[in-house]
């Protein structure tokens, strides 16, 4: 940057580390702009590059040139793992703390953070619950705290996760010297909400490379049904000169995609999150050293994929936001060379993204339940409260993710308790040899005793409950962990823990009447409502920016705020500007249910307690609830209505839920086992071939999406 002095030492030194250390010659774009905020203006800054855009080095170079600890809040511990060892192999002092590690390796770790030898800490949100890392982090300079995917803080966002709500806090109350965001996509208002929490300037700290890229060709096109787009996509993918990345929505989808592929003699590979973690490492690494390789993926491929070569990005199912959109095109061309992304709109596949958007919501009478639970429980003796998040899940049907979320809004908003560090219930313990189980036997401890006392054989070892044994015996829970984590760091015992526990510091009292409670549970809802209308018109925004009559790239830039990024606003490489004209696609959902597939829905399902959850089995939407009671995916009916607008089935079961007296069937659950349950969001059909059945305008997106010109967003 010219502004830049040459003779400012602290610049003249991020210079050289980006020589020495990074072996390159110059910054690129508003990387020195950026750290310049930092090292020289010690302020606040938000970062918002396009992926591949080099967010990395804003914070690495900045953390060798500042005295203390550069603290990075990552969201995925695979992605935190590839920038430590890519940085330790520059001989850099980095290193990510996560679950995943051994006693030694942590105790390695935080002897070279206290010591202050640790130059650069990677920690996932979910870490400032830890009770241990807090009281390690108060005794520690922190001259940077970077977090990346900072627009997850905004419940907002696409990609909002509740754990990140209390980074702002955190970072108040360590005295965090300075704070870098980073983004690749963030909305306007997303990028407010940011800098509102951060304290972060919004003129002179927030740093933007607009997303547009000049090399990247943005397709559109609209089929009737799943044949169609094999037949597309086949053409699109024999007509390649490099790696091509294929997006679907659902796991399922990628196997199915991948196996037709593979009948038209390409070798398409698989990757999504239900794979083995050593697949997905194969598939990855294969990818990366391939010419012409093929990956159809969920989106849970491409953090951390820095191919330069990658010449398509083909969406076969439709994005369900633009983030996501912007995101995963943004991984084609980094070389600068001309690249192709498509996307394809079925009617068919639209069920699907509406799944996600309503899958959260759940009864305002179930959230009453809840708290109610949460404010009657008694404190133990330390003045926390723990509670199985996953038993509260299935008991009143709200999908965890929305709990996690709840009990942050009962901290962060309402300042009723605190989270700190979980524990886990259970224990599998065994001998490691004879001498040591003797030490374990011959253990007069209290703790020892209702130990020995109330373990339960299992396998060649025993099982211990610490909570109940903790209940029955009348001494602390974290006694019995102590006691039996002593066992094992001496030598003694191996053990394997399980059915970890959310724990809360109680910091004052909830409301216990009916009346103050319906009243909490009535703004949770509100919320929730509210998140699920933002992402169903998150779903209406891609439809609208792949039909518009616009450029496909000046629409995108127009999004993120980048309305002037696109010279004279024509790429002269979309579909629009090749075509002149936007895409034909107008998608109907029936807006009157059918009152005999109403009927039968009611037939098979008893509850008449909540219309939601009607209209879930109707749609197809899963929950703990449906799950449990045998009517989700299993049950032929699930997702026999998929076709009819979601908020017409919610007040037509409402009718008869009403007529009840909202009465929950008594003795239709089937008896309680311990299977593990299955919290998938929605279902899908794989019969893509129809699409008369499909079709999401009217009351759910709208009606039509031929739009006139820009200026929508």
């Known amino acids: 940057m010219g502004d830049v002095q040459p003779d400012d030492p602290m610049m003249q030194k991020a210079h050289e580390v980006l020589k020495d250390t990074f072996g390159f010659a110059s910054f690129r774009l508003e990387q020195e702009a950026v750290i310049r905020r930092l090292l020289v203006d010690n ?186 787009k094999v037949t597309r996509l086949v053409s699109i993918l024999k007509e390649r000169t490099g790696p091509a990345i294929v997006y679907v929505t659902l796991q399922k989808h990628a196997d199915e995609v991948a196996n037709t592929l593979r009948t038209y003699q390409m070798d398409a590979q698989t990757y999504h999150a239900g794979l083995p973690s050593e697949e997905r490492e194969r598939v990855q690494l294969n990818f990366m050293e391939s010419d012409k390789g093929i990956v159809v993926a969920t989106i849970a491929f491409g953090m951390g994929i820095d191919k330069a070569n990658i010449r398509q990005v083909i969406h076969f199912h439709m994005p369900k936001t633009l983030e996501n959109y912007s995101q995963e095109v943004g991984r084609a061309g980094r070389d600068g060379l001309l690249s192709h992304c498509y996307m394809f709109l079925c009617a068919a596949d639209l069920p699907v993204l509406e799944g996600f958007a309503r899958g959260d919501t759940c009864a305002k009478r179930d959230i009453e339940l809840w708290i109610q639970e949460v404010s009657l429980k008694q404190p133990a003796s330390d003045g926390t409260l723990d509670f199985n998040l996953y038993k509260q899940s299935k008991d009143y049907d709200i999908r965890q993710t929305v709990l996690n979320l709840c009990y942050a809004q009962l901290e962060l908003d309402y300042g009723y308790i605190r989270a700190t560090t979980p524990f886990f219930s259970i224990y599998d313990i065994s001998q490691r040899d004879a001498n040591g189980w003797s030490k374990v036997l011959a253990n007069s401890s209290a703790a020892a005793k209702a130990i020995r006392t109330y373990w339960s054989a299992k396998g060649n070892g025993y099982q211990i409950d610490t909570v109940l044994t903790a209940e029955r015996a009348g001494i602390e829970r974290s006694d019995i962990s102590r006691t039996v984590n002593g066992w094992e760091l001496d030598g003694h015992i191996t053990s394997k823990a399980s059915q970890v526990r959310a724990r809360f510091m109680v910091m004052k009292p909830m409301p216990k009447g009916t009346k103050d409670i319906k009243a909490l549970a009535n703004q949770l809802y509100t919320g929730m409502v509210g998140r699920e209308n933002e992402a169903v018109e998150k779903i209406r925004k891609v439809i609208e920016f792949a039909t518009a009559d616009d450029c496909m790239a000046q629409g995108l830039a127009a999004y993120f705020g980048d309305e002037d990024a696109v010279p004279g606003g024509m790429c002269g490489k979309c579909s629009f500007c090749l075509s002149g004209a936007g895409v034909e696609f107008s998608p109907i959902a029936q807006s009157i249910p059918d009152a005999t597939r109403l009927k039968q829905i009611l037939d098979a399902c008893p509850e008449r307690d909540d219309p939601r959850l009607l209209a879930r089995m109707a749609f197809g939407i899963t929950s703990p609830r449906l799950t449990y009671g045998k009517w989700s995916t299993a049950h032929p009916l699930f997702g026999s209505m998929v076709d009819v607008d979601f908020s017409a089935l919610v007040a037509a079961f409402d009718v008869e839920c009403k007529r009840a007296g909202y009465a929950k069937a008594e003795a239709v659950a089937p008896a309680r086992t311990s299977q593990k349950r299955t919290y998938s969001q929605t279902k899908t059909s794989s019969n893509y071939a129809s699409s008369s059945r499909g079709g999401y305008g009217r009351g759910g997106y709208g009606g039509s999406y031929k739009r006139g010109r820009r200026g929508r967003y």
């Open 43 to 228: 302020d606040n800054a938000l970062v918002l590059f396009p992926t591949g855009g080099g967010k990395s080095l804003t914070y690495q170079i900045p953390a060798l040139c500042l005295e203390g600890l550069t603290l990075v809040i990552s969201p995925l511990i695979a992605l935190m793992k590839d920038q430590v060892d890519a940085l330790v192999t520059r001989d850099v002092k980095a290193a990510n703390l996560d679950s995943t590690q051994d006693a030694s390796r942590s105790a390695w770790i935080k002897n070279e953070v206290m010591t202050g030898s640790m130059k650069i800490l990677y920690v996932a949100p979910e870490r400032l619950n830890n009770e241990g890392f807090m009281a390690m982090m108060r005794r520690v300079r922190i001259s940077l705290l970077a977090v990346d995917e900072s627009h997850c803080i905004s419940q907002w966002g696409a990609s909002f996760r509740p754990e990140y709500l209390k980074i702002a806090r955190f970072a108040e109350e360590m005295d965090v010297e300075r704070v870098l965001c980073l983004t690749a996509t963030a909305t306007p208002s997303v990028s407010k909400d940011i800098c509102d929490s951060f304290f972060i300037d919004r003129n002179a700290g927030v740093f933007r490379i607009p997303v547009y890229r000049h090399n990247l060709a943005l397709n559109v096109e609209a089929f009737d049904n799943m044949g169609q």
